[in-house]
């Protein structure tokens, strides 16, 4: 809980910059800039999804997995092995992205260098990041990325007070200063005798990456590729909108991103343990939470989109509110499998998310190809996010023998009545206030049970079928104790 804590702290700041980044950029520029500077954002973090993500993933497991296993030269080896193949691939993605997004949005040769920069130092930022908390450097973790945001900041502010373009080079300085303070901050803990990983070790660290960069790319990189499809499915006015609403939607992420941080290396530490009872109890209870207490949230969220984008960017945003509440409604199944996800990768099962993720893209892009516009775009992302996630999520129910029926049924039932709502109620902020009033009251009282269960600390074998019986303790689907 505190790990979970203190990261959820850093990510509230890392969330709350790009909010603000975007509610300066965009009340300082008209539709379409905005727009291209979403692209740009876009663009540089699939870049850094190619191979630092991959690298990212690989850090955060076999480093503690390691630890788990008592090694510590074999976990510094794989640091160094990872800290320096992440150094060439983030210049050599950073270069290619630039000239990229110069070819494709026929840029100027200083926008380009923004772009290069943002993607070199967002690319080490993420490796970086994971690093530390392979090494249980959480407190670092968090006062780096505070101090990382009040840099980005301070300085989009000067730049939109100045009438300066260079819009994403603040986002660029407040990353390089996490990644010269994190590698200032694990100089102690890395220094030392050093094991380099061994053929066999390479050969499944290799596999693994691949397998993270291919299922990392095809579902994180499909949210920030909805703003590249808008360029070419819908209107030039239109891509405004899936800015903002990417931009919107990441506070959702805090508590999903905050347990999947802190998660996936406390799981790959449990099983290089042998602990896979650590691992049920802990996907098990985290998924429990995030349907209870998320749903209500994206319940309200959904009601009053229109609001939401009219404080963001001003009235012209408000036309994006079919978009915006597409997206959540995909965001919310997104987050409540990312316990799962965590569950299956941390071990031997790292296939199933990836499969699941290239499946949900390649649907995505057909729905997209189908309908065109920009709610074609909003309902590709949420048909291929519900493929993303549901192949990880039943895959953990069943593998783990997990009682989340009643759970799911009821935070399903509070986000589709709220989606259903929000289409058929008329435009408005008064009646749209006091529904989502009653939304939230209502969800609430609708998952008391979940949220009791949750204070009590239940998160073995709760009362949490579908019609409310108990569970019998030790059962499973599968006739195994534990459900494995």
Same mark, same amino acid.
């Given at each position: ?7 959820? =702290? ?93 070819? =494709? ?116 990189? *499909?949210? #920030?590729?909805? #703003? ?53 109890? #802990? ?81 995505? *892009? ?26 990880? *999520? ?91």
């Amino acid at each position: 809980m505190r790990r979970t804590l203190l990261t959820m =702290a850093g990510l509230v700041a890392l969330g709350l910059t790009r909010l603000l980044h975007g509610v300066l950029v965009s009340r300082a520029t008209d539709h379409e800039t905005y727009g291209l500077v979403g692209s740009l954002i876009a663009v540089t973090t699939i870049g850094s999804l190619l191979l630092p993500a991959g690298l990212a993933s690989a850090a955060a497991k076999f480093i503690p997995y390691q630890h788990g296993r008592g090694d510590g030269p074999a976990a510094r080896g794989v640091f160094r092995l990872v800290l320096r193949v992440g150094w060439v691939g983030a210049i050599g993605l950073g270069v290619g992205a630039g000239w990229g997004a110069q070819v =494709a949005f026929d840029l100027r040769v200083l926008d380009a260098i923004q772009v290069a920069a943002l993607c070199t130092a967002f690319s080490m930022y993420s490796i970086l990041k994971s690093v530390l908390y392979g090494f249980d450097l959480v407190s670092g973790y968090t006062k780096l990325e505070l101090a990382c945001s009040a840099l980005s900041l301070s300085a989009t502010a000067l730049v939109v007070a100045l009438g300066w373009s260079v819009y994403l080079l603040p986002l660029a300085a407040g990353y390089a200063l996490f990644t010269f303070g994190a590698w200032w901050r694990l100089r102690p803990v890395t220094r030392g005798a050093a094991s380099a990983p061994g053929g066999a070790l390479r050969r499944e660290m290799a596999a693994f990456i691949v397998l993270a960069c291919v299922g990392t790319l095809c579902s994180q990189g *499909f949210l #920030q590729g909805t #703003q590249l499809l808008a360029n070419r499915f819908a209107a030039p006015r239109e891509v405004a909108y899936f800015a903002a609403a990417v931009t919107l939607i990441a506070p959702v992420y805090f508590v999903p991103r905050a347990l999947g941080i802190v998660l996936f290396p406390a799981m790959a530490r449990a099983h290089g343990a042998g602990d896979v009872g650590g691992v049920r109890r #802990q996907a098990d209870l985290s998924t429990r939470a995030l349907l209870a207490v998320l749903a209500p949230m994206v319940a309200v969220a959904l009601l009053l989109a229109p609001e939401v984008l009219t404080v963001f960017g001003g009235s012209g945003y408000a036309g994006g509110a079919p978009v915006l509440r597409l997206m959540l409604a995909a965001t919310y199944l997104a987050v409540v499998s990312v316990p799962a996800v965590n569950a299956l990768s941390s071990g031997a099962h790292v296939r199933v998310p990836v499969a699941s993720a290239v499946v949900g893209t390649l649907t995505g *892009f057909a729905v997209v190809a189908l309908l065109g516009g920009a709610t074609g775009v909003g309902l590709g992302y949420l048909c291929g996010t519900a493929v993303t996630a549901g192949g990880p *999520f039943v895959t953990a129910w069943r593998f783990h023998g997990m009682f989340w029926s009643g759970p799911v049924l009821r935070g399903a039932g509070v986000v589709g009545g709220a989606l259903l709502a929000s289409w058929w109620l008329p435009r408005e902020p008064a009646l749209d206030a006091a529904v989502a009033g009653v939304v939230f009251v209502a969800g609430v009282l609708v998952l008391c049970r979940d949220l009791v269960t949750l204070r009590r600390g239940r998160g073995g074998r709760p009362d949490d079928s579908a019609t409310g019986q108990p569970a019998v303790a030790g059962s499973s689907p599968t006739g195994r104790a534990g459900g494995v």
